[in-house]
């Protein structure tokens, strides 16, 4: 999410929005690829799909603002591979998704992700989505906060600021996805990031960007998926457009376009030594997924509307019910693979020039060849349709559920689900780490933190504060 109207009372700033939609993680054990086990605190990485590794490092124990050490003992565990972003420091001030999802890959990817935070109310994303146990994270908190060590910094105040400069001074990015001219209003713009630390990357998300008539307004990613284009298309003809989905597309672009962005920057910076601004609007990230519509309509001037579960380009090509109540997907997309599925259905001769073996013969009779299609999968189960289709080579599958995908050998073969033991709540399973390197493969180290619970440990060891000062700053209510 691009930030929320939340944070005015967070950080007392006039911050994006982004809609998020929390889905409810089943927890099992079994099935999936298990990274933990209970009282240990395991790494989901190093690894190849369908490996099952585990730390040797104790549970990380849940801390509060406390006067004394925050951070969780040192964890002892077996040495491993130097991940692509090791020595890369990261600052994430965002809120929500969209900027701090990069910081997420990042941080997967050997990053030191410090999550910059109100020392009261800290990311209003620690309230959103499935409450759990732990008063301070909810399910997506947990997954979507993953690998970050949480510090807290009252930024409303002066000395705050100042603070935040210092780990600036420190750090290689800085991610922030207010809406554009809160962090000046910080006195935190580029002219003062730049100059504690001119080789800083500086990470910008917002609704609709930096620049631009609409630019103060807010960015949520609902909104994004109107206006950059998206929600037009979902649904069917003459319908009500529907929401493309129930999380927020647009949040998890725009982070992906931010890490891009982030480690070209990186790349310019070892050839320069100079530091640069990001600027990525959601809107922006969504309209650029949107095919050839903005050729289409520059050339011809065709307006791309709704197709329900088809495409204007190929059929069949949509959603099918099977005889059971289910649903498989099937994608005819050349001539050869239509011959393909008349051969599963025992019906070789739809794919005979004189009936529908040429794609603008199916296009022309679209509704037909839908029906004869929609005719064949209802009278099979779903078993069925899948391997007959799968034995003529046929682009098919099936439309799963989360319940379909905990049970399904591909999902755990590749450990795409990733088991972790969480304080408190026994064993979380969550999305896995994507992109697969074969050298370098990322990890999940931990779980959304608790509330500043790096603070001392980076007051400390990083700003090398004394404990007299930290306890005062503690005291002003500053961290």
């Known amino acids: 999410m691009g930030g929320s109207e939340a944070l005015a009372v967070v950080f007392g700033g006039k911050p994006t929005g982004a809609y998020y939609t929390a889905i409810t993680l089943m927890v099992r054990r079994g099935g999936a690829n298990v990274v933990a086990k209970a009282g240990k605190r395991a790494k989901s990485g190093n690894q190849q799909p369908g490996e099952t590794t585990m730390s040797d490092g104790e549970a990380t124990t849940e801390t509060t603002n406390s006067e004394g050490p925050e951070l969780s003992q040192s964890q002892e565990h077996e040495p491993e591979p130097k991940l692509p972003m090791s020595g890369v420091r990261v600052l994430d001030l965002g809120t929500f998704l969209a900027g701090p999802h990069a910081a997420s890959v990042l941080g997967e990817f050997g990053a030191e992700v410090l999550k910059i935070e109100h020392p009261i109310a800290g990311d209003p994303m620690r309230r959103f989505g499935t409450p759990t146990k732990r008063h301070d994270a909810t399910l997506a908190w947990l997954s979507e906060a993953r690998n970050r060590k949480s510090v807290t910094i009252d930024l409303r105040q002066q000395e705050g600021v100042q603070l935040f400069l210092k780990l600036v001074a420190k750090a290689d990015v800085l991610i922030e996805n207010f809406r554009p001219g809160t962090m000046e209003e910080w006195?935190?713009?580029?002219?003062?990031?730049?100059?504690?630390?001119?080789?800083?990357?500086?990470?910008?998300?917002?609704?609709?960007?930096?620049?631009?008539?609409?630019?103060?307004?807010?960015?949520?990613?609902?909104?994004?998926?109107a206006f950059g284009g998206l929600s037009y298309l979902a649904g069917f003809p003459g319908e009500t457009p529907v929401v493309p989905g129930t999380v927020p597309f647009g949040d998890y672009f725009s982070g992906l376009y931010g890490a891009i962005g982030i480690m070209m920057a990186l790349r310019h910076r070892d050839k320069t030594g100079r530091g640069q601004i990001i600027d990525i609007a959601i809107y922006e990230s969504v309209f650029r997924q949107l095919d050839?519509?903005?050729?289409?309509?520059?050339?011809?001037?065709?307006?791309?509307?709704?197709?329900?579960?088809?495409?204007?380009?190929?059929?069949?090509?949509?959603?099918?019910?099977?005889?059971?109540?289910?649903?498989?997907?099937?994608?005819?997309?050349?001539?050869?693979?239509?011959?393909?599925?008349?051969?599963?259905?025992?019906?070789?001769?739809?794919?005979?020039?004189?009936?529908?073996?040429?794609?603008?013969?199916?296009?022309?009779?679209?509704?037909?060849?839908?029906?004869?299609?929609?005719?064949?999968?209802?009278?099979?189960?779903?078993?069925?349709?899948?391997?007959?289709?799968?034995?003529?080579?046929?682009?098919?599958?099936?439309?799963?559920?989360?319940?379909?995908?905990?049970?399904?050998?591909?999902?755990q073969a590749r450990g795409n689900l990733v088991e972790m033991e969480e304080p408190g709540l026994g064993e979380v399973v969550v999305p896995g780490v994507v992109p697969t390197l074969s050298a370098t493969p990322g990890r999940i180290t931990n779980l959304g933190p608790p509330l500043g619970n790096a603070t001392y440990e980076i007051m400390r060891e990083l700003l090398e504060l004394s404990a007299d000062e930290i306890k005062r700053l503690r005291q002003r209510k500053i961290i």
């Open 187 to 225: 006195g935190l713009g580029w002219p003062e990031l730049s100059q504690a630390n001119p080789r800083l990357i500086f990470l910008r998300v917002s609704g609709y960007g930096q620049t631009g008539p609409y630019r103060r307004r807010s960015g949520f990613a609902h909104i994004a998926h």
């Open 292 to 411: 050839e519509i903005a050729a289409s309509y520059g050339l011809f001037g065709k307006v791309r509307e709704r197709e329900g579960s088809g495409s204007f380009v190929a059929v069949p090509h949509g959603h099918f019910r099977t005889q059971d109540d289910k649903w498989v997907a099937i994608a005819c997309t050349t001539d050869k693979m239509f011959e393909r599925l008349a051969e599963a259905m025992e019906r070789p001769e739809l794919a005979s020039s004189a009936l529908y073996g040429q794609q603008r013969k199916r296009l022309a009779a679209r509704n037909e060849v839908n029906q004869i299609v929609i005719e064949w999968v209802g009278s099979l189960p779903r078993e069925d349709v899948l391997n007959r289709c799968l034995a003529c080579e046929v682009p098919v599958g099936k439309l799963n559920s989360i319940a379909d995908i905990f049970e399904d050998e591909h999902f």
